[in-house]
Nanobody, 122 residues
Framework: QVQLVESGGGLVQAGGSLRLSCAAS????????MGWFRQAPGKEREFVTS????????VYAPSVKGRFTISRDNAKNTVYLQMNSLKPEDTAVYYC???????????????WGQGTQVTVSS
């Protein structure tokens, strides 16, 4: 069982940066693939990025590649999402999630956080 709690969301101007954190509880954190998803009003939840248990193995959605960076600290049971050069279209609720294997599918993730709002003003 893994419990996830996101933090770090907020309001930022276009071109700005935010860093999201996801604190996990559970002894098996380091064995899970950790991912970030987002959901904008009226849209489906979409994959943003993931990082495997082996640091350095990451996947990014084309829309965020080069602007967002995912990282994890297994000693702190925490995964981070550094978001730079933010755009108004990045506005969404951002969710942290845990999966047994690398996947970009919502259905592949077993555990989810409650989400944190990110709003980018133009």
């Amino acid at each position: 069982q893994v419990q996830l709690v996101e933090s770090g969301g907020g309001l930022v101007q276009a071109g700005g940066s935010l860093r999201l954190s996801c604190a996990a509880s559970g002894r098996s954190f380091s064995t899970y693939v950790m991912g970030w998803f987002r959901q904008a009003p009226g849209k489906e939840r979409e994959f943003v990025t993931s990082v495997s248990w082996s640091p350095g193995s990451t996947v990014y959605a084309p829309s965020v590649k080069g602007r967002f960076t995912i990282s994890r600290d297994n000693a702190k049971n925490t995964v981070y999402l550094q978001m730079n050069s933010l755009k108004p279209e990045d506005t969404a609720v951002y969710y942290c999630a845990a999966a047994r294997a690398t996947t970009t599918s919502v259905n592949g993730y077993d555990y989810w956080g409650q989400g944190t709002q990110v709003t980018v003003s133009s």
